[in-house]
């Protein structure tokens, strides 16, 4: 069974876990709540959740966990979702005043808050590449979600794999500028790099267990270059 260990300092780690409950009758996998280092040490994978992120920095800070987090982030697989979405990158506009600390697993830039305050919260039907039935689509929510803003290729990282854009037609009133370019790097809300997992939404919100078994999948079977 596939250790899944779920970081519980702050945030939604509970309905992370309940998620992984769910889809265990389907996929081997035993979600643990990650608190000591000693918990760290017996995971196989790691989720980040949502919550607030320079909380969860500054609680893994005190807990002894941001350094060997990012032990962690070099060789295992990590899915960081929303705020855990921007712990997982490399940089960050809009922190906290004074900095905050990041994982660095992912070479990609996240604006904080970037869609606006709680009232701006939304939902948009993503189709997301690489899920089961993936034309079903799944629901995004979308709470004081970061926005990435650019996605910095570097050679010696693996490739970063688009899995999932917000439609076209679904673009957060908040956006500062009109999002008409397909390639706009905003619409990006779900990728993967190597063994890592990026959604700025919350799929643990959801029914839906797609997302949590596609992340056991890489925690199980052995990374290939995408
Ligand atoms: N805006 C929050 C942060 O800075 C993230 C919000 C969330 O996880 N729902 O961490």
């Not at 389907?26 to 949502?50: E, S």
């Not at 979702?81 to 905050?100: M, R």
Request: aromatic share 6%; charged share 20%.
């Amino acid at each position: 069974k596939a250790v899944i260990g779920i970081l519980a300092l702050q945030g939604a780690f509970v309905e992370h876990e309940t998620a992984l409950r769910k889809i265990s009758s389907q996929i081997k996998v035993c979600p643990l709540l990650v608190r000591t280092l000693d918990d760290l040490a017996k995971c196989d994978g790691l989720i980040v959740p949502g919550g607030e992120s320079t909380t969860i920095a500054l609680l893994a800070n005190l807990a002894g966990l941001l350094q060997p987090l990012r032990e962690f982030t070099k060789t295992k697989p990590v899915w960081g979702t929303c705020a855990g979405a921007i712990l997982l990158a490399e940089a960050v506009e809009n922190p906290k005043k004074g900095g905050q600390e990041l994982l660095n697993g992912m070479t990609l830039t996240v604006a904080r808050n970037g869609w606006g305050p709680q009232v701006d919260s939304f939902e948009a039907p993503l189709i997301v590449e690489g899920l089961q039935d993936p034309h079903n689509a799944f629901t995004g929510i979308f709470i004081r979600a970061p926005v990435i803003t650019a996605i910095n290729s570097s050679p010696d990282q693996p490739p970063m794999r688009v899995i999932a854009r917000l439609p076209l037609g679904v673009v957060p009133k908040s956006a500062s500028t009109p999002i008409d370019n397909e390639d706009d790097p905003r619409r990006i809300v779900a990728v993967q790099q190597g063994n890592h997992l990026l959604t700025t939404f919350h799929p643990e919100l959801t029914k839906d267990g797609r997302f949590h078994e596609y992340f056991v999948r890489m925690c199980v079977v052995p990374f290939l270059s995408c």
